[in-house]
């Protein structure tokens, strides 16, 4: 990280590039805490990740314990109730952040990667390795992702925290790949990419140290949307019964409260944490997401931000309001 | 025309994938299914019996080439192999009676999500920076973010246990016989409610910041100022000028959201014992079904990617520009 911010440094460097805030390759994530959206998102997630952390000291009892009463609505004694089996619901979905933040980054680590050799590296070499990369990327677009996990974990049969991660990972990859392609071949031909190449930098080199900086903030992006996914996709195996069910994770908390009867008997406590949780820290994600957008999609800001735009645009809001009426 | 066969070309390619995909993944995975179907009968099976059960899932000792043929022409053929399930049922046979029910309702709730989402979208652009716009965009965020079993539990929970307004399973009353008659019809549509609800709330957010995103581009060409100045109305100005150029691009997000939408099916048919290809790949994991589970994921990949086709062929024909493209 520091060497790439000396990166700028560089004598050459375009000076009036350094003067502009949102320019300078780090200034998103001063503009990501600027913007409320985002501020909300990364409050959230903080407090995601440090339950998930922390969970050992705050769950009060074993999340697979089962002695206690039978679907006991919350109380000071089980802060979120029982379920069915007579375990704290409290303790699942605190150890049930923790797993499920595991498998959702280690799997969209993973994915991220290969969005990156199968995304970025052949398109900025091009050619016809780019076209092969391109074709088969487009091809697991299309190939509907739940259907192909759930058949390759019904095969894997002793699946794990690792091996969930590994499905996930490996079938998850290719809207992200499609996105950091096109970014990619717009940057290829940039007149800072041109001048490390005369320098004779080599391909990974420029792609490393030239490109990739400059997307840093897409390249965020991606790996949020990614652990977003790979926690849904996790979810909807456990619904399955596929995946380690015997462990606590948001997933298996709604498959066992599907199948131990949440519904039938009334028990909102049971079935309430799990999908909220999913939920809430998929907001925060989506949220941050947001904040990025809005920082470094200039597409974005052309109406917020320029000045004729807003001035057109404030007109138009003006007649926005008369179009209620209308 | 060479915008189509280009098209084509592709689904020809990524269909061949699926296919080649559905051979390989059983023989890449350790052990075979044979074995793992023969393990349930807890080592009862005679040698004879796993024979049978190995020549049944088509893995066989001969080269792989040899079995990968014999694998496409059975296919040709229609020949899924006998479902474990529901034995002895073939596999195509399953699959023919739960994928019109999968497809309608994926169909209906994708059409409802994208004009729903859409039109909101058009909303959230028209009150850019203001209460609204800020209410639905951070809405979507948290409905995008739903995992469909829960909404799904939920709706099922408080609208069919709860205040008994819906049916809470099936695709129709076991009273009734299937025709195309009208109360049947009706009553098809009644059950349909609340699992299309539930995949219509998560996936509509992509719709309406698409379209919001694509409006707010909009309404900064110079057409727009020009539409306000010969003096076209707001709500002209709105629908007819800045929608309907932000609208084309709207049309691209359907191969996203229909990847979206069928996981959602199968999670939503699961909740609500839809009888469509996600409760039968349910049913197929549930009993270790290996020859219906991959029958299920090829007829649902296929129906994705001929849908998509379709979608490409609609873009190609309402933009020109798509088909130039194609052909540069």
């Known amino acids: 990280m520091a060497q790439t911010i000396n990166m700028d ?11 502009l805030p949102s320019d300078s390759r780090y200034g998103w994530l001063k503009a990501l805490w600027r913007n409320r959206k985002s501020r909300v998102g990364v409050i959230i997630f903080l407090v995601f990740v440090f339950i998930g952390i922390l969970a050992p000291l705050i769950a009060r009892y074993s999340p697979t314990s089962t002695n206690f009463g039978l679907l006991q609505p919350p109380s000071a004694r089980h802060w979120f109730g029982t379920t069915g089996l007579g375990q704290d619901v409290w303790a699942q979905f605190v150890w049930g952040t923790r797993s499920s933040l595991i498998v ?6 993973l994915s991220t990667i290969l969005a990156v050799a199968i995304g970025m590296y052949p398109a900025y070499r091009g050619g016809r390795l780019d076209q092969t990369m391109a074709t088969l990327t487009n091809i697991f677009m299309v190939i509907p992702g739940l259907p192909l996990m759930i058949v390759a974990a019904a095969y894997v049969h002793e699946t794990n925290a690792f091996s969930m991660m590994l499905i996930i990972g490996l079938t998850g990859w290719a809207g992200r790949a499609r996105v950091l392609r096109s970014q990619t071949l717009s940057m290829a031909n940039r007149e800072f990419v041109w001048a490390a190449r005369l320098t004779g930098a080599s391909n990974g080199r420029v792609l490393v140290r030239e490109i990739l900086p400059n997307m840093t903030s897409l390249f965020f992006a991606s790996l ?6 790979a926690i849904l996709a996790e979810a909807g195996l456990e619904f399955l019964g596929l995946g380690n069910l015997t462990g606590a994770s948001w997933g298996s908390m709604l498959y066992w409260a599907n199948n131990g009867g949440a519904v039938l008997n009334g028990a909102w406590w049971w079935l309430l944490p799990g999908g909220l949780a999913i939920a809430v820290f998929g907001m925060s994600l989506a949220l941050i997401n947001f904040g990025l957008d ?3 999609n200039p597409r974005l800001r052309v109406v917020a931000t320029m000045k004729p735009g807003r001035r057109r645009y404030g007109k138009l809001a003006g007649k926005g309001g008369s179009f209620d009426e209308a | 025309m060479r915008y189509i066969l280009e098209r084509l070309g592709f689904l020809l390619v990524s269909a061949w994938a699926a296919i080649t995909i559905n051979f390989v993944l059983p023989r890449m995975m350790p052990g075979n299914p044979a074995l793992i179907a023969a393990s349930r009968y807890q080592g009862q099976v005679s040698p004879r019996a796993l024979h049978a059960l190995k020549l049944q899932f088509g893995v066989t000792n001969k080269p792989l080439v040899v079995q990968y043929g014999q694998y496409l ?12 399930t529901y034995y002895p049922v073939p596999v195509i046979t399953v699959i023919d009676n739960s994928l019109p029910w ?7 709730a994708t059409v409802i ?14 009150k850019h920076n203001r209460a609204a716009d800020s209410v639905l965009t951070t809405g979507t965020t948290f409905t995008g973010a739903i995992p469909h079993q829960w909404l799904g539990l939920l709706l099922l929970f408080g609208l069919g246990y709860g205040l008994h307004w819906f049916p809470v399973a099936h695709s129709y009353s076991p009273s009734m016989t299937p025709t195309w008659s009208l109360p049947f019809i009706e009553n098809v549509m009644y059950h349909a409610i609340l699992p299309a609800l539930t995949i219509v709330v998560p996936g509509m957010g992509a719709w309406l910041l698409h379209m919001r995103n694509n409006m707010i581009q909009t309404l900064g060409e110079d057409y727009m100022v020009f539409a306000r100045a010969k003096g076209v109305s707001s709500r002209g100005q709105m629908l007819h000028h800045a929608a309907r150029n932000a609208l084309l691009p709207s049309v691209t997000n359907f191969a996203m959201a229909i990847a979206f939408v069928v996981g959602g099916v199968i999670l939503v048919e699961i909740v609500f014992s839809y009888p469509g290809v996600g409760y039968q790949l349910f049913m197929a994991v549930s009993n270790e079904d290996y020859p219906l589970m991959q029958g299920l994921f090829l007829f649902v990949s296929l129906s994705v990617l001929v849908v998509n086709f379709l979608v490409d ?6 933009d020109p520009r798509a088909r130039r493209a194609g052909e540069a």
């Open chain 2, 313 to 318: 062929l609609l873009y190609g024909w309402l």
């Open chain 1, 104 to 109: 959702g980054f280690g799997a969209s680590v």
């Open chain 1, 9 to 19: 440094a560089v004598p050459g460097g375009d000076p009036k590039k350094k003067a």
């Open chain 1, 224 to 229: 949020m949307y990614g652990v977003l996914g």
């Open chain 2, 73 to 84: 022409i059975n296919l040709l053929h229609g020949h899924l192999g006998t479902s474990l």
């Open chain 2, 113 to 126: 999500a994208a004009v729903l989402g859409t039109f909101l979208g058009i909303y959230s652009a028209w």
């Open chain 2, 102 to 108: 999968t497809l309608g309702l994926a169909g209906m």
């Open chain 1, 294 to 296: 809005e920082v470094t």
